[in-house]
């Protein structure tokens, strides 16, 4: 039989098999001091341990640390073969993904099997290999979730993770703002770190500094900073709300600073994650006659130059997202050397290779982020995945970018529980470090990479049946931008059919998005899981399939009311089991959100489809969770 090199994860640039290893007693006599304490080995250790048959000869484990630039940083070479392991690299970083390989190589054998030797030389196509998990549109992550999301991305050689904060800080006298949120507090900021550090993994601090500012700007405390205090429409709230920052106030550096300070002592990262994306409102209030008389580009940038001096000032680093100054390249010589612009862009077909050009001619160091195109979708985008991380990868090594900052966000209650991402953070892990091998990867490949390396359940098939969740909206046959077709109806209820998002949908395409529901419902029948994850993930996933279902019969009842109708328009004969079924389902979605995430923004997770099966039968009270 075939040996699984295809199921190390990221799979090596260079790998042959060897002689069967010969399990022992592992001799530490070379380890580096700097090792000692690695997870990483404990886990060798372990996985060596059970192995090791009672009177085995010793196995001679050898750490050999080249001369510092003798090899890229982060290449490491393994040989494993009868009673010989060997790691060699020229930094304890390289050392460390030796062992990882290691380990992997081990778990995929069971221990009823002999397990053959390897020899492995490897490095990374990008230095910076990062996650952002979004924590700022209702779901955080308790403490015991964000570690265990470190060891499960460190262990595909992720080495960056930033948490997505416009709010979830719980900053001092800041307690109107952040009370409702399950803030992260400096504490668990503190030991995150610490715990992210030990796998090899660097928390980079994030705090958005321009736009996306609406949670403070909404209150009066904060109001007079926002560029129209009025508030504006945004697409991140139903109703008119403040939404950036004032540029030409020098009281929002003030604010800034203050943020900045109580931040950033608790990460040991010199980065800074600023945001300043999506300034919709920009020149629409108080800076009007500034970006008249200057343009908007202009004022955009000085007032990035004047974050970048607060950044600077306190020894860190800036990133910041690069939409702006893409729309108006004419300030990207003028942007400051050091800062780091990240471009963004989430659609199989955003022109990534055209905009890192541009970033690549400015000198800049920058990055690219792509998304799991999870958000918006309930069950996840599986090919418009696939697509953008590799095209983000391709543009990433043609233009010499500095890494791939991977990007899962919770836009409209963030009702997709987290393994709906894991595709995302899977398959662009590998792309990051080897974006060859993730490009020519096969449906087979990613189903078994799954259940290997995030479900942790081998041969169960629950990864391919989160391929397939990822497609059941395909059969309806409608394009769509940043979401799912059978997202809308639920994640869009104040929007009535037909509408241009969902342009062409009407029951035909329903019908054949419940033929695909269909089948998935047999698919995920047959899956029985048995490690502690494959079960949680399994429970979560059939939510995710009934409210597909749900959405399905919520489009059918939108389309046989005239067009423009709003949800009451819905019979009662109609509307009320679905109202049923959504509040059942959200009093399940409540249940499976506390098992990961903290209680705060549940309220308004759930409250979108209690709100929804109220409005669609009075008689089913608004329940709180």
């Known amino acids: 039989m075939e040996e699984p090199l295809s199921l190390l994860l990221p799979e090596p640039k260079r790998a042959s098999l060897l002689a069967p290893l010969h399990f022992g007693a592992p001799d530490l006599s070379s380890l580096p001091e700097e090792l000692s304490a690695s997870p990483a080995l404990s886990h060798l250790m372990s996985l060596l341990g059970a192995r090791s048959a009672a009177g085995a000869a010793p196995i001679n484990l050898q750490f050999e640390l080249l001369a510092p630039g003798s090899t890229q940083p982060e290449a490491y070479e393994l040989q494993a073969h009868e009673s010989e392991l060997l790691i060699r690299a020229s930094t304890t ?50 403490l015991s979730t964000a570690c265990s999301l470190v060891e499960l991305l460190a262990s595909w050689k992720i080495n960056r993770l930033q948490l997505y904060t416009e709010h979830t800080f719980a900053y001092s006298g ?12 400096a504490e668990e900021v503190q030991a995150l770190d610490r715990h992210a550090s030990l796998h090899g993994v660097e928390l980079v601090p994030n705090q958005q500094s321009f736009g996306h500012m609406h949670r403070w700007l909404m209150h009066d405390s904060h109001r007079h900073l926002a560029e129209v205090p009025g508030g504006v429409e945004h697409p991140f709230h139903a109703e008119k709300q403040p939404f950036s920052l004032c540029p030409t106030d020098p009281e929002s550096l003030r604010f800034l600073a203050g943020l900045y300070d109580e931040l950033l002592p608790h990460f040991k990262s010199q980065t800074l994650n600023v945001g300043l994306d999506e300034t919709f409102d ?49 300030v990207l010589e003028n942007l400051p050397p050091d800062c780091e612009p990240i471009l963004w862009g989430y659609e199989a077909d955003h022109p990534l290779d055209e905009e890192a050009a541009a970033l690549a001619a400015s000198g800049a160091r920058f990055q690219i982020a792509p998304g799991t195109s999870s958000w918006q979708s309930l069950g996840g985008r599986t090919d418009n995945c696939l697509a953008n991380l590799r095209s983000a990868s391709r543009a990433a090594r043609a233009q010499s970018a500095a890494g791939m900052l991977i990007t899962d966000w919770g836009d409209r209650g963030h ?13 662009g892990a590998e792309a990051a470090w080897n974006g060859d091998a993730a490009t020519s990867r096969t449906d087979e490949e990613l189903a078994s990479l799954l259940d290997h390396h995030a479900f942790r359940d081998s041969g169960v098939g629950l990864g391919a049946f989160s391929l397939a969740l990822g497609r059941a909206s395909d059969p309806c046959g409608i394009e769509t931008t940043n979401l799912s077709t059978l997202f809308f109806p639920v994640g869009f209820p104040e929007r009535s059919l037909p509408d241009d998002r969902v342009s062409g949908l009407d ?19 047959g899956i029985t899981p048995q490690s502690g994850e494959s ?8 939510w995710v399939l009934q409210l597909m279902g749900c959405a399905c019969d919520l489009g059918t009842a939108r389309l046989g009311t005239p067009p423009g109708s709003p949800l009451s328009a819905v019979t009662p004969e109609t509307g009320a089991p679905i109202a049923e079924r959504l509040r059942a389902l959200g009093e399940r979605h409540a249940d499976l959100w506390l098992v990961r995430s903290r209680p705060g923004g549940l309220e308004d997770s759930v409250g979108r489809l209690h709100s929804t099966a109220h409005s669609l039968h009075p008689l089913t009270p608004p329940s709180q969770p």
Do not use: N
């Open 282 to 330: 920009l020149g629409m209030g108080r800076s009007k006659e500034a970006v008249a008389a200057r343009g908007l580009g202009s004022v955009y940038l000085e007032f990035v130059r004047s974050v970048h001096e607060l950044v600077s000032e306190r020894g860190h680093r800036m990133q910041f997202w690069a939409d702006v100054v893409l729309h108006h390249q004419e």
């Open 415 to 427: 009702l997709q529980p987290i393994p709906v991402s894991y595709l995302g953070f899977l398959h």
């Open 93 to 142: 970083d390289g050392l460390r993904h030796g062992l990882v390989t290691l380990a992997q190589w081990i778990e995929l054998h069971p221990p009823e099997t002999p397990c053959p030797g390897i020899s492995v030389q490897d490095e990374p196509d990008l230095a910076d290999r990062g996650v952002m998990l979004d924590i700022s549109r209702d779901r955080v992550p308790t």
């Open 174 to 185: 800041a307690e109107h703002i952040w009370g409702s949120a399950s803030p992260w507090t």
């Open 535 to 542: 079960q949680l993930a399994y429970e979560e996933l059939d």
């Open 507 to 525: 029951l035909a395409a329903l019908d054949r998005g419940r033929a695909s529901l269909a089948d998935l419902h047999s698919q995920h029948a």
